[in-house]
């Protein structure tokens, strides 16, 4: 059984737009499994497969929190939700941008 009082955190957290254009913001590994579980709009997929068994793994400590949030993101790309932006800690910040921008 998967501990979901565990939340495990990411350095920064992951904004993505939802389908509805709604940006929607994951701080850590276990507000990414409860949507991937929960709310996601498609459950089909070798990426969302990926992200749900990562993000349960890191919840048990078994993968680093990273691990999780890359497979996470690729699962997002995958079902039409683009990241908005990502900071990547102390090295610099890279920011992602949707290509389909409103105005």
């Known amino acids: 059984m998967i501990d979901r009082t565990d939340k495990t955190r990411w350095l920064d957290p992951v904004t993505v737009k939802l389908p509805s254009g709604i940006p929607r913001i994951f701080n850590n590994v276990a ?16 990426k969302y497969q ?15 929190p990273a691990v ?27 920011v992602l941008r949707s290509s389909d921008r409103d105005g």
């Open 31 to 46: 507000d990414a499994l409860d949507f991937l579980e929960f709310e996601w709009p498609n459950r089909n997929g070798k």
């Open 50 to 64: 990926r992200a749900v068994e990562a993000c349960g793994r890191a919840i048990q400590h078994q993968t680093p």
């Open 68 to 94: 999780a949030k890359t497979e996470f993101l690729l699962a997002c790309i995958e079902a039409g939700m683009p990241p908005i932006q990502i900071d990547r800690g102390a090295k610099g910040r890279i």
